[in-house]
């Protein structure tokens, strides 16, 4: 696409003006955003603009422009021209651990009308990534070309792939610096990374899970509260209307922890809902009720709830997966054979409690960081990970344990690991014998101030 030229502004004047908590125009957000594409600017220029954005923030109107213009600076996907008869919308989190919604959302709401091009991504840190789940099954390719993704979008109705080069490609650059200057913690420079990818997708309608509590990006209240208000406000004033919902991190979402073993765990939902792990049913048929309305196929918000419940549960999203998985690369019959291609390790390992009790609190991110240091996940973009390492039937907090019961079961490909998981998790999770106060999945809904508009 054409690259509007902007005004030939001295960088460092711009990071100044920043640094000192002045208001940055369009026209200079546009020149530096067209600097991160062009490489005018250079690392450490952008570090420096990034540390004062850090440091002194930006105003609604600021951020929606460093948004607009990173979503300008590659291509945007056009839906137009295949007469598609439902809405585009899409759903993205901040993640977590045990983060698996994405697999079995898409395809509930592509079942029930809607059109889902989901742009996702890999894990770095604690918390788990889509596509590395995605990897997991073989032949499944999440990064196909555009031609190949607006088709499945427009056959099945839903595509989980990893960003392109040409969507957003600004973001790419300075989402890097960012991570090694240690100005990733913006709540400005978070919307406008995560929107830039989202808008760019072309969508009608957006909905966002921010999820907070110690297993999450966003660990207290009040910042899972700045970054959802920003959210819904910079995307509904670039004209997608957002929702966003805070949700609860504090214990592992779901009963597995890993990549294909995540995916086994979707499977078994997709096939068999009435088993599935009540809070996972919860957030992900939540979030589908809020797609369906948002995106104007169901107006009333109980409605929708129904109707993403039937879908699940009459075998229509499970076979919307099926298909999906199928026209990406990946093998037909997954859902019907999935140890066939979803292999299970050499060592599965009970980690057996030492004391019974009530599980009354979690450290998700320590359990987490374990999983990462078994290369389940990566602590650097460069890392390969272990697709095949994992927890599985992870206890929950509420629930009673007995002593020598299993806290999870570990796969592993050899047993001098075993020792170290099983110091690890016991450590991580926390006895008692008072049962906890039940906590909500979802503790708020947020949309655009209209001031803000």
Known sequence: MEIKTHNNFLPQELIRKKRDGLILNDDEIGFLVQGISNFSLTDAQLGAFAMAVFHKGMNMDERISLTQHMTNSGNILQWKDLNLNGPIVDKHSTGGVGDKVSLMLAPIVAACGGYVPMISGRGL????????????????????????????????????????????????????????????????????????????????????????GNGAFADTYKMAQELAQSIADVATGSGVPT????????????????????????????????????????????????????????????????????????????????????????????????????????????????????????DVRSIGMSMVSLKAGRSKATDNIDHGVGLTSLVQIG????????????????????????????QAITLSDTPPKESDMIYEILTAHKENL
């Open 243 to 362: 929702r966003c919902l805070i949700t609860d991190m504090n214990q592992v979402l779901g009963s597995s922890v890993g990549n294909a073993v995540e995916v086994l765990e979707c499977i078994d939902f997709l096939v068999s809902p009435t088993q599935a792990d009540k809070r996972l049913v919860e957030i992900t048929l939540g979030l589908a009720a809020h797609m369906l309305q948002i995106s104007g196929i169901e107006t009333n918000l109980d409605h929708a709830l129904s109707k993403a419940q039937k879908t699940l549960n009459n075998g229509a999203a499970a076979e919307t997966f099926s298909r999906m998985v199928s026209a990406l690369g990946g093998p037909n019959d997954l859902l019907q054979t999935p140890q066939k291609y979803l292999k299970p390790m050499t060592i599965v390992n009970p980690i057996k409690s030492t004391k019974s009790g009530y599980v009354t609190a979690m």
């Open 399 to 426: 629930q009673w344990i007995e002593i020598d019961q299993p806290l999870a079961f570990v796969h592993l490909h050899n047993t001098s690991d075993v020792s170290k998981i099983e110091r690890e998790l016991s």
């Open 125 to 212: 840190g604690h918390t788990g990534g889509t596509l590395d789940k995605l990897d997991s099954i073989p032949g499944y390719n999440s990064t196909p070309d555009e031609v190949k993704f607006r088709r499945t979008v427009q056959q099945i109705g839903c595509a989980i792939i990893g960003q392109t080069e040409q969507l957003a490609p600004a973001d790419k650059r300075f989402y890097a610096i960012r991570d090694v200057t240690a100005t990733v913690e913006s709540i400005s420079l978070i919307t406008a990374s995560i929107l830039s990818k989202k808008l760019a997708s072309g969508l009608d309608a957006l909905v966002m899970d921010v999820k907070t």
